[in-house]
């Protein structure tokens, strides 16, 4: 076996760590500063938290951009990248969801190469190598933008989402603060779980995928299957644990990369204009059927990650079948407790949007990583499973 794994990423976890955040903006010899956020984040004082820790080391925050947009389209990133680049700052403090975190990835490095049309340079290793430094601090427990090397924009000009995957979108920090996830919502804290749950898995599968990563992944679907039901419940441990787990799954699949479960995904979220992790709740279980004999070995080890699950009898593909009966039975649970949408239909869809999610699907970059290639059919079988 061949592979390369690579995360230069300083993590900071625990409580109290955004008190770090000063030390971390001197080791990184950054002069001037912006906070990228949104809206949403300011309003639930949040921001408040950073300034608070800011004002302990006698510093304070020069200038606070709230403009980011849920999946921001390529318009608002180039607008903020333009602000940026005027006041002419070294480095930018991302707090926020998987939005900002991805918004402030790619406007690091436009703002650092003025670069006034990503979607050219869409695509893998495609990006200048030189950019803002940068700080990620996450304030759901599911996207793991803070760990990864990819992120995705709207192009809102063709309805689509468009990936970029390059080692220099690594922030250079990530701050797991438990005090910024303790209020959520309870239907974020499921949707945002269930995507990190699917980042995992997909790690896990992916052809890509190496004994770091399988590591990772697996213990990463682990903390989200036993703390997941407690946080929906409001245990802030247990939604501090999935932030965590959020994190981990993100540097497996950083490495190993996702795939057609978020190639659906992305294809449907952007027609339909579903938010990302509740599309690939809808996904994952019509992704892992289709896939269930090709990577009946690696979700036959994933059976043994499950807590309390110790099933050692049996094939591979009798133990991947137990697995998708198990996460079937898991997150119909969870969708039940959290209230969130159970078929594709709940957000509008017709048969009228079927080949469109099918082109755009075959389009994503995602689905080059799956265990099978995907195809017309497959995707089409996919998109009926998440019907039901």
């Not at 990463?220 to 994190?247: H, Q, T, V």
């Amino acid at each position: 076996m061949y592979y390369e794994f690579y995360n230069p990423l300083k993590i900071i976890s625990g409580k109290g760590s955004l008190y770090n955040l000063p030390v971390e903006l001197k080791r990184l010899n950054s002069s001037s500063f912006v906070v990228l956020t949104d809206k949403g984040i300011v309003k639930a004082g949040l921001i408040k938290k950073a300034e608070n820790a800011l004002d302990e080391a006698g510093m304070r925050i020069p200038l606070i951009i709230d403009d980011v947009e849920v999946e921001a389209p390529l318009g608002c990133l180039v607008d903020i990248s333009r602000r940026i680049l005027e006041i002419r700052c070294d480095c930018i403090v991302a707090i926020g969801g998987g939005s900002v975190l991805d918004a402030a990835k790619l406007v690091c490095v436009m703002a650092k190469n003025n670069i006034v049309d990503p979607s050219q340079i869409a695509g893998v290793d495609t990006l200048p190598k030189e950019r803002l430094n940068l700080i990620a601090i996450p304030t759901t427990c599911g996207t793991g933008a803070e760990a990864t090397g990819v992120c995705v924009a709207m192009d809102e000009k063709n309805n689509t989402k468009i990936a970029f995957a390059d080692d220099v979108l690594i922030p250079d920090v990530a701050i797991l603060d438990p005090a910024l996830v303790e209020a959520l919502p309870v239907r974020l804290v499921a949707s945002s779980a269930i995507d990190a749950l699917a980042h995992a898995i997909e790690a896990h599968i992916s052809i890509q995928s190496n004994p770091l990563s399988d590591a990772l992944s697996a213990k990463a679907l682990s903390m989200i299957w036993k703390n997941l039901p407690e946080a929906i419940n409001g245990d802030k441990n247990a939604r501090f644990c999935l932030l965590e787990a959020a994190n981990i799954a993100g540097v497996a699949f950083s490495n190993a990369m996702v795939g057609i479960i978020h190639s659906l995904a992305h294809a449907a979220g952007s027609i339909l204009h579903i938010p990302h992790s509740e599309a690939v709740s809808l996904f994952i279980l019509p992704g892992l059927s289709v896939q269930l004999e090709a990577a009946s070995d690696k979700l036959a080890d994933l059976l043994e990650a499950i807590p309390g699950i110790h099933e050692y009898s049996g094939d591979n593909l009798t133990k991947a079948n137990r697995f998708l009966y198990l996460i079937e039975r898991f997150l119909e649970d969870i969708k039940c407790a959290a209230g969130l949408p159970k078929s594709l239909t709940d957000y509008g869809y017709n048969d009228a949007y079927y080949d469109a999610i099918i082109t755009k699907a075959l389009q994503d970059g995602s689905s080059i990583f799956g265990r099978i290639k995907l195809t017309p059919e497959i995707a089409g079988a996919m998109i009926k499973q998440s019907l039901r």
